[in-house]
């Protein structure tokens, strides 16, 4: 019977943790996307702002635009924090291990957050860059294409592998005529270009990242491993994220249990003694320090985004990788995974994201208290 009660509180627990993560998400998902877009769609000569971005999402896509990748989305915080909070109370398990009175310093806080935040970053890699690519879509304007298959045809080389993709027939016919000056052996000179990595689109460009957003897609197009591109700057983001995150919340933590053991006689010894603290403050500093961490890490957020709404076929890669590319900018800028030509754009759409983290931070903490307040005392 008590293994039982066990099971069910410990369902309860995660229940209550992914319901509170799945509406957090969705309350904070319209402000995630205009931040994202502001990220992606930004220049150092253009800047684009919050209205502009709401009122281009609107008219392309309407009001479900702003929820694009939400599933997505919502499916990879669930199991991220979900990894984030387990590896960090295991990790606090260890610090607190023979101590008295169960006392976390801030600095072990920090480093717990930072190994449970990389942690985390192998978890929702993929879910964050196909959110991505649907967001983006919802602010894109794809025309339909008008290249016209002969019958019995071979489908062009980008047609197999982005399905329903097909090249760029006003490019192509300018090759075309340029070629068609020179001697060649070849009757059908168009087909033997879209043959040819290069100019399978028919502009010479790689697809728009509206037609490679689908899983299947990105993995035929660019490979397994894009599912986690921009890694360097995702991992750097979500340990300063944790960590400071972890740390901030402790330090408000522990004040609050200070300022409530003031007028307790006799002064109590140990923090249990103190007694639970108002979920409402422990929502509020919740709130706080994710705004906080937000702050500190949204210049890698950025970047990340940057990264992701890149498309990189498998053949630029497989060059890159022959030639020996050496990555762009300084030694941090290597390690971290930020463009040179970032520099000027780390810091766009900061309080948005403040916001979105620090309001999701609240909901996500004060749901999560008070559905098991509810809930708990029914089970025992």
């Known amino acids: 019977m008590d293994e039982l009660?066990?099971?069910?509180?410990?369902?309860?627990?995660?229940?209550?943790?992914?319901?509170?993560?799945?509406?957090?998400?969705?309350?904070?998902?319209?402000?995630?996307?205009?931040?994202?877009?502001?990220?992606?769609?930004?220049?150092?000569?253009?800047?684009?702002?919050?209205?502009?971005?709401?009122?281009?999402?609107?008219?392309?896509?309407?009001?479900?635009?702003?929820?694009?990748?939400?599933?997505w989305l919502a499916f990879g915080r669930i199991f991220g924090l979900g990894v984030r909070f387990g590896v960090y109370e295991i990790l606090t398990a260890f610090y607190k291990d023979g101590r008295e009175d169960n006392y976390l310093y801030a600095s072990e806080a920090l480093l717990a957050g930072m190994v449970a935040g990389a942690t985390e970053t192998f978890i929702s890699s993929p879910f964050e860059l196909i959110k991505l690519r649907m967001q983006v879509t919802s602010a894109s304007y794809v025309p339909s294409s008008k290249f016209a298959l002969e019958e019995g045809a071979r489908k062009p080389l980008i047609a197999r592998l982005l399905n329903g993709c097909y090249p760029d027939k006003r490019s192509l016919n300018q090759y075309v005529s340029l070629i068609s000056t020179l001697t060649t052996k070849n009757t059908n000179i168009s087909g033997a270009l879209l043959e040819y990595p290069w100019t399978m689109t028919g502009s010479g460009k790689p697809p728009s990242v509206c037609n490679v957003r689908r899983p299947l897609d990105i993995i035929s197009l660019e490979g397994w491993s894009t599912l986690w591109r921009g890694f360097r700057s995702g991992i750097v983001r979500d340990s300063v994220f944790g960590g400071i995150f972890f740390s901030c919340w402790q330090l408000l933590h522990q004040a609050m249990l200070d300022w409530k053991a003031v007028g307790m006689n006799p002064p109590p010894r140990l923090n249990e003694e103190v007694g639970p603290l108002s979920p409402l403050a422990v929502s509020l500093a919740a709130g706080f320090s994710g705004s906080v961490a937000a702050a500190a890490s949204h210049g890698f957020d950025t970047a990340r985004s940057r990264s992701q709404c890149t498309v990189l076929p498998k053949y630029v890669s497989m060059e890159r990788r022959f030639l020996k590319w050496k990555r762009l900018g300084n030694k941090f800028e290597r390690y971290t995974g930020i463009h040179p030509s970032d520099r000027n754009v780390l810091f766009r759409s900061i309080g948005l994201r403040m916001a979105r983290s620090g309001f999701a931070s609240f909901v996500i903490v004060g749901s999560y208290f008070f559905v098991v307040d509810q809930l708990a005392p029914r089970l025992t």
């Open 5 to 71: 009660s066990k099971n069910q509180i410990f369902a309860l627990h995660g229940i209550a943790g992914a319901g509170s993560v799945a509406l957090a998400t969705g309350f904070t998902y319209p402000l995630d996307t205009i931040k994202v877009l502001t990220q992606v769609g930004s220049s150092a000569s253009k800047e684009l702002n919050a209205a502009q971005v709401l009122m281009r999402v609107l008219s392309v896509s309407g009001n479900a635009g702003l929820f694009y990748g939400f599933g």
